[in-house]
């Protein structure tokens, strides 16, 4: 994501390299499409390229003003086994 990239090559002033990873890792979550929406109107809010600090400000006050943390993928569940199964599907033909 192009705002993700943006973050990483004009961090905000004050930011700490943990937190402008932080961000990133956030940016690179996978969202649905309105917040995708949230983060593309930030990188337009100044269309000029010597404008990218004041996108990044944009796109972290985005992060804040949602609440957006990092991802964390769930836990695979156990493998099924035969024991687990306890449905038998029965067929009466007539």
Known sequence: MRAADVVRDHPPAGMTQDEIDRAIDTIRA?????TIRTFQSALASSPE???QAEQSEQI???IRDLGLHPYVPPEPLPEVTPDDVYCVTWLALV
Do not use: S
Request: net charge neutral; charged share 35%.
């Open 49 to 51: 390229p010597a404008e």
């Open 30 to 34: 996978p969202y649905p499409e309105r």
């Open 60 to 62: 972290n006050r985005v």
